[in-house]
């Protein structure tokens, strides 16, 4: 991938305010409370006796201020032994003048095949509802890097081609998670990817952080 910029862990840009590394820091610690949503939900597994492998396991709930929560977890057994695992976070900022309604089929589709990525690594899919219409996303794979499959499933694809037409602007963390899931170790961003959609051809950069942006 061909960036325009690749800027260091604080280095600030002028004109593109939504790189600003104020906004990774905010959105690490919304991928640590899902990060912790998801490990609750494991805790509750185990209490009950109920961590055995388990394939489909879908949660679909509003929290107390009507947010929208998509919980998608292949296989508890996996998410909860899995060690050292890799997060990726998605972040955008929605066109307010556009219908959605495709980006939430496409979901549903690839949410219906997610089982065949459990064994290439696939962890779990969380997708919340932070305020009304915009949504962050937090994925977890027990692979250093994201599978390349994952980027290659055509309902992927094609999310990713429309997103000039819903999104201003796009970022994309990948960080990582010592341990296993409920030992409590830390979420920490190794890097950050920008899209941004305003203009013609999409603005691409990436930001590397050396040891996970300020807290």
Same mark, same amino acid.
């Given at each position: 991938?061909?960036?325009?910029?690749?800027?260091?862990?604080?280095?600030?840009?002028?004109?593109?305010?939504?790189?600003?590394?104020?906004?990774?820091?905010?959105?690490? *610690?919304?991928?640590?409370?899902?990060?912790?949503?998801e490990r609750e939900r494991a #805790?509750?597994?185990? @209490?009950?006796?109920?961590?055995?492998?388990?394939?489909?396991?879908?949660?679909?709930?509003? *929290?107390?201020?009507?947010?929208?929560?998509?919980?998608?977890?292949?296989?508890?057994?996996?998410?909860?032994?899995?060690?050292?695992?890799?997060?990726?976070?998605?972040?955008?900022?929605?066109?307010?003048?556009? =219908?959605?309604?495709?980006?939430?089929?496409?979901?549903?589709?690839?949410?219906? #095949?997610?089982?065949?990525?459990? =064994?290439?690594?696939?962890?779990?899919?969380?997708?919340? @509802?932070?305020?009304?219409?915009?949504?962050?996303?937090?994925?977890?794979?027990?692979?250093?890097?994201?599978?390349?499959?994952?980027?290659?499933?055509?309902?992927?694809?094609?999310?990713?081609?429309?997103?000039?037409?819903?999104?201003?602007?796009?970022?994309?963390?990948?960080?990582?998670?010592?341990?296993?899931?409920?030992?409590?170790?830390?979420?920490?961003?190794?890097?950050?990817?920008?899209?941004?959609?305003?203009?013609?051809?999409?603005?691409?950069?990436?930001?590397?952080?050396?040891?996970?942006?300020?807290?």
């Amino acid at each position: 991938m061909n960036y325009d910029a690749i800027m260091e862990a604080d280095e600030v840009l002028g004109g593109k305010p939504f790189t600003d590394p104020e906004n990774t820091e905010r959105e690490a *610690d919304v991928m640590r409370q899902m990060l912790e949503h998801e490990r609750e939900r494991a #805790r509750g597994w185990l @209490e009950a006796k109920d961590a055995r492998p388990a394939r489909g396991v879908i949660v679909r709930e509003h *929290d107390g201020e009507g947010r929208r929560h998509l919980l998608v977890v292949p296989d508890r057994r996996a998410l909860i032994e899995a060690r050292d695992f890799t997060a990726v976070g998605f972040f955008g900022r929605p066109r307010e003048e556009v =219908d959605h309604a495709i980006l939430f089929d496409l979901e549903n589709e690839l949410v219906a #095949r997610m089982d065949d990525y459990a =064994d290439l690594g696939l962890l779990s899919y969380y997708d919340v @509802e932070l305020v009304k219409g915009a949504y962050g996303n937090l994925i977890l794979f027990s692979t250093p890097e994201v599978p390349v499959e994952w980027y290659g499933d055509p309902v992927h694809h094609r999310a990713t081609e429309i997103s000039p037409l819903h999104y201003h602007e796009v970022r994309l963390h990948k960080g990582s998670v010592s341990g296993r899931l409920l030992e409590e170790g830390d979420l920490v961003v190794e890097r950050t990817k920008y899209f941004d959609f305003k203009t013609a051809s999409p603005w691409l950069a990436l930001r590397r952080f050396s040891e996970g942006p300020k807290r």
